[in-house]
């Protein structure tokens, strides 16, 4: 499947966003380990920490499609991708 720049980096955002909300939860929960979670807490933080791990291995897939196909580094798009998701978008 090819991937366009813009959809790399929307898909990073994802993820980043998916990341962010799994520290949320962690920080309003307590580490899962170490807390004492109702079955709803349980199921919030797993439901999360599933769709970042999705989110972030599509990213990761993505990459490594996009780079070979642009024949680069897919360390040098990665770079880049990541760097354009920390900046914010333009409406």
Same mark, same amino acid.
């Given at each position: 499947?090819?991937?366009?720049?813009?959809?790399?980096?929307?898909?990073?955002?994802?993820?980043?966003?998916?990341?962010?909300? +799994?520290?949320?939860?962690?920080?309003?929960?307590?580490?899962?380990?170490?807390?004492?979670?109702?079955?709803?807490?349980?199921?919030?933080?797993?439901?999360?920490?599933?769709?970042?791990?999705?989110?972030?291995?599509? +990213?990761?897939?993505?990459?490594?499609?996009?780079?070979?196909?642009?024949?680069?580094?897919?360390?040098?798009?990665?770079?880049?991708?990541?760097?354009?998701?920390?900046?914010?978008?333009?409406?």
């Amino acid at each position: 499947m090819a991937h366009t720049f813009e959809e790399l980096v929307a898909k990073q955002r994802a993820s980043d966003m998916a990341h962010a909300q +799994v520290l949320e939860l962690r920080d309003a929960y307590g580490p899962p380990a170490e807390a004492q979670l109702t079955g709803a807490q349980k199921e919030t933080y797993e439901t999360a920490l599933r769709a970042w791990r999705d989110l972030a291995r599509e +990213v990761q897939t993505a990459l490594s499609e996009y780079a070979k196909e642009a024949g680069r580094p897919r360390g040098d798009v990665e770079a880049e991708v990541e760097r354009a998701a920390e900046t914010p978008e333009s409406t």
